[in-house]
């Protein structure tokens, strides 16, 4: 009789360690070919566990060869030809260290998230009831446009919260932004021209640049993109971050808006492209409505994402189109499936229906207000060594060294001391004048005390 120590502690359910231990023992060459296993019946009885954990195990057997079923007989050790034991290979380390093995104690990624307080609790219960009282639908291919439930609830959280307007069978779920960037160029004509903020959100960017599309930059001032700029390009595609734009964090005026909007009814291929990023988190003041909802001519093209709200791993983007782009979409992809899984797209729509969103949302807001201004706090330290923008929203800030150090030498001091900073000419797609060094300083993925403990590093080997 074959026996088999179970350990109820370990990960692995008991009917996987009878298998792998028969299978590491007939490759070892312990159980020999032909060799007769113990029954079912006898051997569940032996380890003091159910007939189907021992026929599951056998099945496995079975169906990877390495034994078989003789009717009335039970089951025979097969015989193998050649076993090999494959070791794993050894890869020389690459000399070029990534971004990623690089370790720093403290991150003021501006595009970080606060991933440590996930709604686990809600997440794992959805999830749970959604397979549970699944009608047999959940696993199965979603619409091409994602499941209309989930388009009607987001629709009814973007007009209640954003102002926005048209209907959910304007919105396409898509796993990721870059994803939905990639569809909409197929829409748009073939040989656009797209005019980017300068300095831009980079992920954008590269998205464009990667498809072989010419992007323009045009300036922005404290009023947002410069209208008069844009004019003076041959850009038929305007890619903007009006309610907090990225990543200097300023608004876009309601002028400018209006400007923008003009710009695009001259011409009937013109698009506006509306990336609603952070939009969210605002501290001072009501929330700034989508430049979508000023839209009279269905000329805006509005985007977001959950990942910077609920989490970078919850791959559930949207995009919003007018009339005429939708036509064109449903003729071109209309027998494309959608890239999001059906259950997770049930979990999300349960957690927008139900107020889990919005209970996150609130608690997520107050962390951040918190941490924002702990870091606003312990900046100012430095006295008019620095000066400060885009404060009032999102999860970054923007800081100025009036001082005598050089960018070099700050970001050099800082990564001695385990500190990432990220400078602002890293998200420029063009030269632009800068009179002093500038970071983007995000607070999202650190904590208050963390966030203390790196200003005051700072203002030790800064000063």
């Given at each position: 009789m074959i026996t088999i120590y179970l350990d109820s502690n370990y990960k692995k359910p008991y009917y996987e360690q009878i298998y792998e231990y028969i299978r590491d023992e007939i490759k070892k060459g312990n159980i020999v070919h032909n060799e007769k296993l113990p029954s079912g019946r006898k051997l569940a009885e032996h380890l003091g566990v159910s007939r189907s954990t021992v026929d599951t195990a056998y099945a496995?057997?079975?169906?990877?060869?390495?034994?078989?079923?003789?009717?009335?007989?039970?089951?025979?050790?097969?015989?193998?030809?050649?076993l090999l034991n494959i070791l794993p290979v050894s890869y020389p380390i690459s000399s070029v260290q990534s971004k990623e093995e690089k370790r720093f104690k403290y991150d003021f990624s501006p595009t970080g998230a606060d991933s440590l307080n996930f709604p686990d609790t809600y997440w794992r219960k959805l999830s749970r009831e959604c397979i549970s009282y699944d009608d047999g639908t959940i696993f199965r291919s979603s619409e091409p446009q994602g499941d209309i439930g989930l388009r009607r609830e987001l629709f009814n959280y973007l007009h209640q919260n954003r102002g926005v307007n048209g209907s959910p069978d304007n919105i396409i779920i898509g796993a990721g932004s870059q994803y939905l960037m990639m569809l909409l160029l197929k829409l748009i004509k073939p040989r656009s021209i797209i005019a980017m903020e300068n300095p831009a959100y980079m992920p954008a960017f590269e998205t464009f640049e990667s498809l072989d599309r010419q992007v323009v930059p045009v300036p922005v001032d404290e009023g947002g993109m410069s209208v008069k700029e844009l004019n003076r390009t041959e850009a038929n595609i305007a890619y903007v971050t009006p309610s907090h734009q990225y990543p200097l964090g300023m608004v876009m005026t309601v002028n400018r808006r209006t400007g923008l909007l003009n710009w695009a009814n001259y011409e009937p291929d013109r698009y506006v492209i509306e990336d609603d990023y952070d939009s969210e988190f605002?501290?001072?003041?009501?929330?700034?409505?989508?430049?979508?909802?000023?839209?009279?001519?269905?000329?805006?093209?509005?985007?977001?994402?959950?990942?910077?709200?609920?989490?970078?791993?919850?791959?559930?983007?949207?995009?919003?189109?007018?009339?005429?782009?939708?036509?064109?979409?449903?003729?071109?992809?209309?027998?494309?499936?959608?890239?999001?899984?059906?259950?997770?797209?049930?979990?999300?729509?349960?957690?927008?229906?139900?107020?889990?969103?919005?209970?996150?949302?609130?608690?997520?807001?107050?962390?951040?207000?918190?941490?924002?201004?702990?870091?606003?706090?312990?900046?100012?330290?430095?006295?008019?060594?620095?000066?400060?923008?885009?404060?009032?929203?999102?999860?970054?800030?923007?800081?100025?060294?009036?001082?005598?150090?050089?960018?070099?030498?700050?970001?050099?001091?800082?990564?001695?001391?385990?500190?990432?900073?990220?400078?602002?000419?890293?998200?420029?797609?063009?030269?632009?004048?800068?009179?002093?060094?500038?970071?983007?300083?995000?607070?999202?993925?650190l904590t208050e005390e963390d966030i203390k403990a790196a200003v005051s590093l700072l203002k030790e080997v800064w000063r």
């Open positions: 496995q057997l079975v169906a990877e060869g390495y034994i078989k079923s003789s009717p009335q007989r039970g089951y025979f050790v097969c015989e193998i030809d050649e605002r501290y001072q003041g009501k929330p700034i409505p989508a430049l979508q909802s000023m839209d009279r001519g269905k000329k805006v093209i509005y985007m977001g994402t959950f990942s910077k709200v609920v989490s970078p791993a919850i791959r559930i983007s949207y995009m919003l189109l007018p009339d005429s782009l939708m036509n064109r979409y449903r003729q071109t992809f209309s027998n494309f499936p959608s890239t999001v899984s059906r259950l997770d797209q049930a979990i999300m729509t349960r957690f927008l229906k139900e107020g889990y969103f919005e209970r996150h949302l609130n608690r997520l807001r107050n962390r951040y207000r918190s941490r924002h201004d702990v870091l606003i706090k312990e900046l100012k330290g430095f006295g008019e060594l620095i000066r400060l923008s885009g404060i009032h929203a999102g999860s970054s800030v923007v800081m100025e060294w009036m001082g005598k150090m050089t960018e070099e030498e700050l970001l050099e001091c800082a990564e001695q001391q385990g500190i990432m900073l990220y400078p602002l000419k890293k998200y420029t797609i063009a030269p632009m004048f800068q009179m002093y060094p500038t970071f983007l300083m995000g607070f999202a993925q």
